[in-house]
């Protein structure tokens, strides 16, 4: 069962708690929730959420997926009337952390949809699939990306500084890929997941 109920539902962030509450990402993150839309068809299609839906995410205000995905994700528990977002931030969630990682999920943001009553119907993990894709292909055309995960000559601070580097263009590009398809694909996920016949078992995607 998720460990989850009301109480310990509560105690998490609403959105512009977490934003408030940013070190990292907080100008990218407002400039983002501003530009973010979903088309009219899928502004109706979540409309039709009506049932109670808690969803949970769980991240860091360093993650880029997350600063790409969230957005997404507001817009959509916008456009649902049933849909109540809040985040709980894994460095601060042990026990939250620890059940994700018995289940082998190991990278965030991770999106938990709970029903009524906190009982799981799927979680969506990471990045859409086009998405690692894109990321894939990025990293193939930047091999000294990898030569700086596998040297062990510097210090961990110079190697954090240098693939801040590397990651903040890869940020800077990434917005254009998802205005380029890759927004779409990550409502095309959720919504697949939250289809009646995924509701049967949790998912993960």
């Not at 039709?48 to 360093?62: A, F, I, K, Q, R």
């Not at 990045?127 to 055309?141: F, K, N, P």
Request: with cysteine.
């Amino acid at each position: 069962k998720f460990p989850m109920d009301l109480r310990r539902w509560q105690t998490a962030l609403t959105l512009d708690e977490f934003v408030a509450g940013m070190n990292t990402h907080q100008a990218d993150m407002h400039c983002r929730l501003g530009e973010v839309h979903l088309p009219a068809a899928d502004r109706d299609h979540f409309a039709g959420v009506e049932s109670p839906v808690h969803v949970l995410v769980m991240t860091e205000d360093w993650c880029g997926d997350s600063l790409m995905n969230v957005p997404i994700l507001a817009r959509i528990a916008r456009a649902a009337p049933g849909m109540e977002l809040r985040l709980f931030v894994r460095s601060q969630s042990a026990e939250l952390n620890a059940y994700y990682t018995a289940r082998g999920i190991t990278h965030i943001p991770g999106f938990t949809f709970l029903g009524a009553d906190f009982n799981e119907i799927g979680t969506w993990v990471e990045r859409s699939q086009a998405a690692h894709a894109a990321v894939g292909e990025w990293t193939a055309a930047h091999p000294e990306v990898i030569e700086l995960l596998l040297d062990t000559t510097m210090s961990s601070e110079e190697r954090h500084r240098l693939l801040g580097e590397k990651f903040g263009g890869m940020l800077t590009e990434m917005e254009g890929w998802y205005v380029d398809g890759l927004q779409q694909a990550t409502v095309e996920e959720i919504k697949a997941l939250l289809t009646p016949a995924a509701e049967v078992l949790p998912v993960v995607m």
